[in-house]
């Protein structure tokens, strides 16, 4: 396995220089591609974007992004007895890995908030329609939210939430496909046409299983949390955050791509099923 992006991980800028260098971004490249007409500004910063994006998003995980570079993480690398790929998608299993469980941040990301109304309103080239059927006693929350890179400030991924009265929560994340074209890594080298990949390393205690969505692969990893904290005050600068737990026999969490859109699904509940959670997945049109 090519595992050399592993040992090129770099720690998050903090919040102070991110909140600098958007400053200093804002004042000489334009908001928007096509502004002003300079296309060749506009070409520039696409492409700072997207070298941005695959130096933060490796991996999908927060912890991960933290923890894949101490002796222990690389140790469970050594023992892992499966891999799926698929498109931008990879997900290692591994026999001995450390059970990780806490709340991070990163300042790659950033959220704002917005009520499904208006986002549906406002933004019916991002986001698909809502799914037509939840599970009994799930209802929509109207604070949902937008998401942009730090330097290509405009939105191009959006999250849902659903809550019941017994604390259970789903979210739904629809952001642009990673890999249109295939696998990340292919032949030892990445894609030129990828935006980023996604990547998680799970227990072979509560394996993934590869499902079908709309005749489409997914994959579903059980007891495994990737919560994203909406709760938050909006601030001038406020990163994206996220509650992980590697070792949450409640959670669940499935991932697609289709019609060049990702589809993530997260979920926590006591009483949420697999079967619940896939047709959840299938009512979105």
Known sequence: MNDEFLYQLREEPGPQFTKDLRRRLNQTLPTRPGQDGKAGISMNRHSIAKRMTLGFAVLILVFALTLAVS???????????????????????SNDLPAVKGESETYSLLWTPISPADLAANYPDLVAKLPTWAPPGYVLQERAAMFGDMIYVIPDQVLLEWKNKFGGIIQLRIAKGSCPNGPFWESGAERSD???????????????????????????????????????????????RVKYDNRDPQASFLIWEADGMRYEIAAKSWMLSKEDLIRFAESIP
Not at 82 to 92: A, D, F, L, P
Not at 203 to 224: K, N
């Open 194 to 240: 990828c935006e980023y990949m996604l990547g998680m390393n799970v227990s072979s205690d509560s394996p993934p299983e590869v499902i079908m969505i709309h005749e489409r692969s997914a994959i579903l990893v059980p007891d495994y949390q990737y919560l994203m904290d909406l709760s938050d005050p909006i601030q001038e600068w406020n990163p994206f």
């Open 71 to 93: 002796p222990t993480v690389r140790a469970a690398f050594s023992t892992i007895t499966k891999t799926i790929i698929m498109k931008g998608m990879t997900v290692w299993v």
